[in-house]
């Protein structure tokens, strides 16, 4: 007869405490490459520092209404490193995270994140990526995600970085706000955005509203609307070099000094098809 002792891939978080057994950090710290975290708890597990992971994870929240990871207004929430690592987070909230530096609930620095199912609120960052920033060759792939009142220097919600790349699908963008460019979304590495919401006045106090680009971008049946910028392009602003594709996408009332939907700057690129601009 012989024993099984091969370790359970599932850790289960069963309290809401910032550390000690049976927390969230107790159970990323603890856990092995490709490991499954779980949660049998509901409520708001409020860090007081944020917590490093350097690691293949999955992190299976139960429901965006149900559990909440805060910084507390003090503190960001992931730091995730490392070339081989994948982290895929699902059916989370992440709210009131801070970092002076980039990434205000994330930073994400060379892994593989994978989003799905998540809220983003009220984040801040006084650098860039108010919610999510993406450097060092990262990829980060978001959908049916919501990103609302979030807020940094550059790039509101999210700051890509070269040579760094970011997708995003079926998710919604609204009341995000830069001190600089990109009220949602800042990228100068390779962005891509299908099927997405950008609204509610997402505002940059100087270029792009919603988006503002230096790199390389593809803008595809996505919505614009009620955005807003002080300099130019209201919904969407690329320069430097940029280039941005667009195509079966609506821009409506969105404003700016220059551009109210749209500012391009040389020697920026900008190509247009199949896409509706009113108001």
Do not use: Y
């Not at 003090?74 to 699902?90: A, H, L, Q, Y």
């Not at 984040?123 to 450097?135: E, K, L, M, T």
């Not at 509203?209 to 593809?218: E, H, I, L, P, Q």
């Amino acid at each position: 007869m012989s024993l099984d002792l091969a370790k359970d891939p599932t850790i289960t978080v069963i309290n809401t405490d910032n550390s000690g057994p049976g927390s969230l950090r107790d159970a990323i710290s603890t856990a092995s490459a490709g490991d499954t975290i779980v949660f049998a708890v509901s409520g708001t597990i409020t860090l007081t520092g944020p917590i490093s992971i350097s690691k293949t994870l999955t992190i299976n929240g139960p429901d965006q209404d149900r559990l909440t990871v805060s910084g507390g207004g003090n503190s960001s929430i992931f730091n995730i490193s490392g070339i081989t690592t994948v982290v895929t987070i699902r059916d989370l909230s992440f709210v009131n995270g801070f970092n002076s530096g980039p990434g205000g609930a994330i930073f994400n620095d060379g892994a593989t994140l994978n989003v799905i199912r998540c809220t983003f609120s009220n984040n801040r960052s006084d650098s860039s990526g108010g919610a999510i920033a993406n450097i060092n060759s990262g990829i980060v792939n978001i959908s049916n995600s919501t990103f609302s009142t979030n807020h940094a220097s550059f790039g509101g919600a999210i700051g890509n970085f070269s040579p760094s790349t970011l997708s995003i699908t079926n998710s919604i963008f609204n009341n995000n706000s830069a001190d600089n460019n990109g009220g949602a979304v800042v990228n100068d590495g390779t962005a891509n955005f299908t099927n997405t919401l950008f609204t509610g006045s997402n505002n940059a106090s100087n270029r792009g509203g919603a988006v503002a680009n230096v790199g390389t971008a593809t803008i595809l049946r996505c919505t614009f609307s009620n955005n807003t910028s002080a300099n130019s392009g209201g919904a969407v602003a690329t320069f430097n070099s940029g280039t941005v594709d667009i195509s079966n996408s609506t821009f409506s009332n969105n404003t700016s000094n220059f551009g109210g939907a749209i500012g391009n700057f040389s020697p920026g690129t900008v190509n247009i098809t199949n896409s509706t601009l009113s108001g």
